[in-house]
């Protein structure tokens, strides 16, 4: 006689990995949010390379709580992509420049990413700051190599710049005219 099952219907669930079912009275699994895994497809997911995209959106998941990246931060990604020529990684460094490095606080109360476009040229520059930074390092240690008569230092003049409360081109040209 074949066996009875009675299956509750709330223990099937859809693996957002694989998207094939299962039931999770049976199955090891993860769940994050409201989404199940099958374990074995959450080691993997875990041990993929990710595209800048996706780590944009894991970013954006992680930053609001959530197992999904909203309709209308999809569109403004899109939008910044599209009308500004920003890039997933750049967005995705803006977003850990405000909220990690410049220590901003996330308003929960609006869900959105329209910060950006205020931010971006900050970030870069401070990106790139750094990044000079490294490449002033590298090439010192090709300095070691360096024979020693190579090193010629120029001291340059400095200038004797006025402390100011207020810093703007219009005082650097007044500056400039006094000399
Ligand atoms: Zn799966």
Same mark, same amino acid.
Not at 17 to 42: M, Q
Not at 97 to 126: C, F, H, M, S, W
């Given at each position: 006689?074949?066996?009875? !099952? #009675?299956t509750d219907p709330n223990d099937i669930v859809v693996c957002r990995y694989c998207k094939k079912s299962f039931n999770k009275k049976e199955t090891e699994f993860v769940k994050i949010g409201e989404k199940y895994s099958h374990k074995h497809c959450a080691e993997l997911e875990d041990k993929r390379e990710k595209?800048? %995209?996706e780590?944009?959106d894991i970013?954006?998941m !992680?930053?609001?709580?959530t197992d999904f990246v909203?309709?209308? #931060?999809? /569109?403004? #990604?899109?939008?910044?992509? +599209?009308? $500004? +020529?920003?890039?997933?990684?750049?967005?995705?460094? %803006?977003?850990?420049?405000?909220?990690?490095?410049?220590? /901003?606080?996330?308003?929960?109360?609006?869900?959105?990413?329209?910060? *950006?476009?205020?931010? $971006?040229?900050? %970030?870069?520059?401070?990106? $790139? %700051?750094?990044?000079?930074?490294?490449?002033?390092? !590298?090439? /010192?240690?090709?300095?070691?190599?360096?024979? /020693?008569?190579? !090193? *010629?230092?120029?001291? *340059?003049?400095?200038?004797?710049?006025?402390?100011?409360?207020?810093?703007?081109?219009?005082?650097?040209?007044?500056?400039? +005219?006094?000399?």
């Amino acid at each position: 006689m074949p066996e009875l !099952e #009675i299956t509750d219907p709330n223990d099937i669930v859809v693996c957002r990995y694989c998207k094939k079912s299962f039931n999770k009275k049976e199955t090891e699994f993860v769940k994050i949010g409201e989404k199940y895994s099958h374990k074995h497809c959450a080691e993997l997911e875990d041990k993929r390379e990710k595209t800048d %995209a996706e780590k944009l959106d894991i970013y954006i998941m !992680e930053l609001y709580k959530t197992d999904f990246v909203s309709p209308r #931060i999809k /569109k403004q #990604i899109n939008q910044f992509i +599209n009308d $500004y +020529n920003y890039t997933y990684s750049g967005i995705h460094k %803006a977003l850990v420049y405000y909220y990690e490095i410049k220590k /901003k606080p996330l308003d929960t109360r609006y869900t959105g990413i329209g910060i *950006v476009p205020y931010i $971006y040229q900050d %970030a870069y520059n401070y990106y $790139y %700051a750094l990044w000079l930074a490294q490449q002033k390092n !590298e090439s /010192k240690d090709i300095n070691k190599y360096i024979p /020693k008569e190579w !090193e *010629v230092h120029i001291p *340059v003049p400095q200038r004797k710049v006025k402390k100011r409360n207020l810093f703007s081109f219009l005082d650097e040209e007044e500056e400039m +005219n006094e000399q």
